[in-house]
């Protein structure tokens, strides 16, 4: 089966590309990239050379993975969200042996138009909202909104908030799933299904 590419893509030789995978209209992916099955790359979306992308993301219209970022299976990018990677550009500065690496976890979510400043992780089914911009690292299941961006609370594998505090002890139940959330000492933790 392979993986579909329309007519107005770019993928320049020796990118792989996974089973199932789409790559619409006007996205480049340069030759360095590795691209998992069943991802979609949606209009206009630029995929550069050191680049790794896991199984089942989906990467929407005018977003630019640049070199450096690392996205495991899942990931969920909203429309014209940004990545960088270097921290102090300059153009009359070359920068190219500083870029910092990005790495976003598992199943998170990165809403339309934030902003992810290289050089941080971004922990599981973490949820960035629309417009953010994160600056630090992000922990596993953590609700962010803000510029800079600011915890409010804990989302679940599902992409339900769960009442929570921010911090110290706790339990919830996903309504959707059932599955039981354990907050100890600031980290959440998934229980069961």
Not at 73 to 102: A, H, Q, W
Not at 133 to 144: E, G, H, R, S
């Amino acid at each position: 089966m392979g993986h579909y590419q329309h007519p107005s893509a770019i993928v320049d030789e020796g990118a792989q590309i996974g089973e199932g995978s789409r790559v619409w209209h006007f996205a480049h992916v340069c030759g360095g990239a590795r691209i998992g099955s069943g991802v979609s790359l949606g209009q206009n979306v630029f995929v550069g050379n050191r680049v790794s992308i896991g199984d089942r993301c989906k990467i929407q219209n005018n977003v630019s993975v640049y070199d450096n970022v690392t996205l495991e299976e899942g990931v969920f990018c909203g429309p014209s969200m940004v990545f960088t990677n270097v921290y102090n550009p300059r153009s009359l500065i070359e920068r190219k042996d500083e870029y910092r690496d990005t790495l976003v976890k598992k199943g998170a979510t990165l809403g339309a138009n934030c902003t992810i400043v290289c050089g941080i992780t971004i922990g599981e089914y973490a949820f960035v909202g629309a417009g953010a911009v994160i600056n630090k690292d992000v922990p596993a299941y953590a609700l962010m909104v803000g510029v800079p961006a600011r915890q409010i609370g804990w989302m679940s594998e599902f992409g339900e908030q769960l009442n929570l505090p921010l911090h110290g002890d706790g339990e919830a139940i996903c309504s959707h799933t059932q599955a039981r959330y354990v907050l100890t000492a600031g980290n959440l933790h998934k229980i069961a299904a």
